[in-house]
């Protein structure tokens, strides 16, 4: 059991450009969750995973936000035109299920976009 | 304001006093989950307590859960200065108006252990 993982740690990028980022959770966790942290700020819900299905997608997730998960295993989460406002650390955690079962939760990686 | 609220903000206490922080939320909880998150670690997951339980330990944790007032403590007794970080609570939500099920983290307090 390596944990969670995510990459790249750092992305700085320009507004306006695409970026990607690979989340890899717990081999046996069949359950993904992807926030979105600020300075200061607690996580905030973004998205998650049962296998391959996405059963929520907060509204915080605008249309320049897709994710995917499409074997079960890792997910990428894809941020289209990013604006300056898309600034953040973005956390990515697993789970063996939902509700009573603890989050693991990976280093993050920190979008800057200028 | 938010789902889960944590109070005080900040807290700064010298090495070996006990740390108490709280957190407030909105709707029927199965449970509440309490973290940690230190630039070291990362966030960290350190304590369940579901809702028919009122109190439970874990090391020098202890976590009260009062599902009449909607609310939760944490408590951290003999703190260390390696205790520093912030903490959150958190919970899964009911449905909101946009039809979102999901996982809400408090705004955190964060904590400052002076050697």
């Known amino acids: 059991d390596t944990g969670v993982s995510q990459d790249p740690r750092h992305k700085i990028t320009k507004r306006g450009q695409n970026v990607t980022f690979r989340c890899d959770p717990i081999s046996e966790h069949n359950r993904l969750y992807w926030y979105r942290q600020t300075l200061g700020q607690g996580p905030e819900f973004l998205t998650y995973?049962?296998?391959?299905?996405?059963?929520?997608k907060s509204r915080l997730l605008s249309d320049r936000f897709s994710a995917e998960r499409p074997k079960g295993s890792f997910s990428t989460l894809e941020i289209q035109r990013t604006e300056q406002g898309d600034s953040a650390m973005y956390l990515c955690?697993?789970?063996?299920?939902?509700?009573?079962?603890?989050?693991?939760f990976g280093p993050g990686t920190r979008l800057t976009v200028t | 304001s938010q789902q889960g609220e944590e109070d005080p903000q900040a807290l700064s206490i010298q090495e070996g006093e006990n740390a108490t922080m709280n957190c407030s939320y909105k709707?029927?909880?199965?449970?509440l989950q309490w973290y940690r998150q230190n630039s070291g670690r990362g966030l960290v997951h350190l304590i369940l307590i579901r809702s028919n339980e009122r109190e439970k330990h874990s090391g020098r944790l202890r976590v009260t859960l009062d599902t009449s007032k909607k609310s939760s403590s944490l408590l951290i007794t003999a703190s260390r200065a390696a205790d520093t970080a912030s903490y959150f609570c958190a919970t899964w939500s009911g449905v909101d108006t946009s039809g979102t099920y999901k996982y809400i983290f408090g705004t955190g307090t964060r904590l400052k252990v002076l050697a």
């Open positions: 709707t029927s909880i199965n449970n």
């Open positions: 995973f049962q296998n391959e299905a996405q059963l929520e």
């Open positions: 955690a697993s789970s063996l299920g939902v509700q009573i079962y603890e989050q693991y």
